[in-house]
């Protein structure tokens, strides 16, 4: 069982839309899937509740630690847990990170965004785990871009080279429940998901999976 942690200081950066994406990005790939939520906010699991497949499965820590959930989720088989953490440099964020194989750190493209997360790309190499900076509600502008990449060097961590742009897709799919990709197939949105998933993958060392029958 592989184990993604989300994670940046910052609020509202995107770590829960990124989470879910991911998940289900890994889920239409053939994943046995879950999320867990450790955000006390529960927005991941807000959207569960707005959602109508039952896949990825979310769970809320309430009445069980990390490592107990964990646990059973990989007594159940999953391939691919995803948790969301707050934004905060809280201690369930360290704790996430240990139990993880790969930290990715969201943030967004600006000066006030990139300074936050010096504390967050921290906690990943403390831990020793695998990291990575996914650039998210980016303009389709290079320019600004191409100066956070700039900015972000310094952490000498993998930036995915796919930056997810700032579009309505997002919030318009979470509001049913959905994500991008399952809102509008084929979409920019879409495919950036679709990128953002392939260089996680090459992160996390998957090449090929089988296909799942059912969700832990
Ligand atoms: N690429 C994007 N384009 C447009 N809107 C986005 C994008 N990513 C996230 N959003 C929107 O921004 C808001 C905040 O996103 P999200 O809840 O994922 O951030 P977060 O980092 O998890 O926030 P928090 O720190 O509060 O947990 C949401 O309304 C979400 O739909
Ligand atoms: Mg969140």
Known sequence: MLVITMASRKGGVGKSSCARALAVQALIDGMRTAIIDADPQGTVLAWAKRREAKAPAVYSLEGSTLEGRLESLQKASADLVVIDTP?????????????????????????????????????????????????????????????????LAVFDLPICPTAIVQRVA???????????????????????????WRWTKALLGIKAVEVAEATP
């Open 87 to 151: 934004p905060s440099i809280h201690p369930i964020i360290g704790m996430a990170a240990q139990a993880s194989d790969l930290v990715l750190v969201v943030t967004g493209p600006y000066p006030d965004d990139l300074s936050a997360i010096g504390s967050t790309v921290q906690i990943a190499k403390g831990q020793g785990r695998r990291g990575g900076i996914i650039l998210n509600r980016t303009p389709s502008k290079a320019a600004a871009l191409q100066l956070a990449r700039g900015a």
């Open 170 to 196: 997002h919030p318009y799919s979470s509001s049913e429940g959905m994500t991008a990709q399952e809102w509008e197939p084929g979409g920019s949105a879409a495919k950036e998901v679709e990128e953002l």
